[in-house]
């Protein structure tokens, strides 16, 4: 999935589930910032070394196991259930047992300024489990995707030279699909490899049943502090309405989701800058240190940043420890 569901969606889910604005707009920037986390190395704060978790997966090498098994897995392609014999399937199905059980551990998170956060990361995986069904986070021929179709113009148009460029791609993830999981709007069909049948899609329904599901998630949670309910089906209409709008201008999408639910965040900015937590957290002597994305390894293991108050109180730290507790808990329960 994009920002589109990541941050703008779980921030108008968690609003419409009784959290308050900024309560809501940290499990959404939490959502989010999965796909931002890009903290590679051990960083230097003040006389401290601080160990970052990745969960970004762009810009890897994914043939590494260690990468599959940190970040992709964990994080991205969770699959339908633990593992418990050979022969099991590593293969992420839409709300899962697996899912669920992350996002109980994630709601028992007892530091309260910690469990948005937590809960955040957890919906990250919770909404990939619709957008990346049937696929895996390990290289497998499970991923072997071919014979791409998109339906456009009412009729389906056959990606010929895409299809022989994604063919090329590892079979990790949806690597052979491209980025079609996980546009809202796009309907398609592929055939595995092997098999006769074609697997249609229908992101925008799919990704409509992911929200419905969320919505659920998020009104039973337990609140200190709950604000009015918003039904589902006060929601469902212009939820698939932005789903399913054929703007492809990313820019333009996020627009589309402020203003339809503006009288939501009155008091707070209802936007993403996935720059703003490290912000908050660190004092960079150059303003480029923080825009470490593109950064090698060698790179950001030279960085070097003053301590400041409040360091370990910032979101940005919790939400690489709540990124560690996750990781740790699928690992411990998937073999």
Known sequence: MKIDLHFYGIAVLARAGGFNEEEALTIAYASQYVDDSTES????????????????????????????????????????????????????????????????????????ASRPISMGIALHTFADSWSHKWFSGRLNSENDVENIHVFEDNHWKHLKLENIYLDTMPQIGHAEAGSYPDLPQIRWKYRRKGQQNTSERKNSEDFLKACKEIHRLLTDVEKDDSTELIPWGNLAKPIYYLLKSPEYDQ??????????????????????????????????????????????????????????????????????????????FVLENLL
């Open 251 to 328: 820019e333009k999408r996020w627009k589309m989701w402020r203003e339809e639910f503006a009288d939501l965040f009155i008091d707070n900015e209802f936007d993403y800058d996935k720059l703003a937590w490290r912000k908050e957290a660190l004092e960079p002597k150059r303003k480029k240190d923080i825009e470490w994305d593109d950064f090698s390894q060698t790179e950001f293991g030279r960085l070097k940043f003053p301590y400041k108050e409040g360091f370990y109180e910032s979101n940005w730290v919790r939400f690489h420890r709540g990124a560690l507790k996750q990781r740790h």
């Open 41 to 112: 190395e051990p960083l230097q704060v003040g006389k401290m070394i601080f160990e970052p978790v990745r969960t970004a997966h762009y810009g890897l090498e994914a043939f590494d196991w260690s990468v599959q098994k940190k970040i992709y897995i964990p994080f991205h392609f969770l699959p339908a259930r633990p593992i418990r014999k050979p022969g099991d399937t590593f293969l992420t199905a839409p709300g899962s047992k697996f899912t669920h059980m992350v996002w109980d551990h994630a709601c028992s998170e007892t530091d309260t």
